[in-house]
């Protein structure tokens, strides 16, 4: 019905419950605060700023952003491809105002993006658009929460950024670990790429919902 035209979201997405927000905001500070302070990040600086700007802070870089969730569907009102399409899949009607627990499995910030990495379950993976990303990737791939973008960076970066990551594992490319934290490795791929690969994942219970902004 015309009615229900009118009703496709900006997007649909896993939104993270009220205490998870901030616990994982404390562990993106916290990745920040310790990259910051590494050697090897400092060496590697002009990954973000284009020159040797002495008094660069990664914390000022990324100020904190709204709230926390993971993209399944970006639907744009209904502009977007396959939004009305996506909307009336069975297990997306079925799955509104569902929880489940997103697992988040690594971290990584390029001078563009902050986010962190989601491992969807094969529950979560039905309600994963056929159009995310790529053939070349895994389904899935593309999963990740943004947690922060620098100044005139569209948020859409974030899943762009991990794919980019993606293609680099998938090319054998491992990164160099640069150091041990109690986390887990960090790793570096160049061109301003740092990955906390987190040993022990972080779970988030989060709902399944539209947005609209
Ligand atoms: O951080 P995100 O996943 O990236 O969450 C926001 C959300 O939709 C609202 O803007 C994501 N987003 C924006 N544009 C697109 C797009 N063209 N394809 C996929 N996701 C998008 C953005």
Not at 95 to 103: E, I, N, T, W
Request: charged share 25%.
């Amino acid at each position: 019905t015309s009615l229900e035209k009118t009703a496709l979201p900006l997007f649909f997405g896993w939104f993270l419950c009220h205490p998870f927000q901030e616990n994982l905001r404390s562990l993106a500070v916290g990745f920040l605060k310790n990259l910051d302070s590494l050697e090897a990040f400092k060496k590697n600086i002009t990954d973000f700023t284009g020159s040797t700007e002495r008094d660069f802070n990664l914390e000022q870089h990324f100020h904190d952003k709204n709230m926390l969730h993971c993209t399944t569907k970006f639907c744009d009102y209904g502009k977007a491809d396959g939004a009305k399409e996506y909307a009336e899949k069975q297990a997306v009607k079925e799955s509104c105002g569902r929880v489940s627990a997103l697992v988040l499995d690594a971290l990584f910030v390029t001078p563009r993006t902050l986010g962190a990495r989601v491992s969807l379950s094969e529950e979560q993976l039905q309600l994963w658009p056929r159009d995310a990303e790529e053939d070349a990737v895994p389904r899935g791939s593309r999963a990740h929460i943004t947690l922060s973008f620098a100044e005139g960076v569209e948020p859409v970066q974030t899943g762009l950024d991990l794919l980019e990551l993606v293609r680099l594992q998938l090319q054998g490319q491992e990164g160099k670990v640069v150091r041990e934290s109690g986390l887990g490795p960090l790793s570096y791929y160049g061109k301003g790429l740092w990955v906390l690969e987190l040993r022990e994942p972080f779970l988030a219970p989060a709902c399944f919902s539209s947005f609209y902004g």
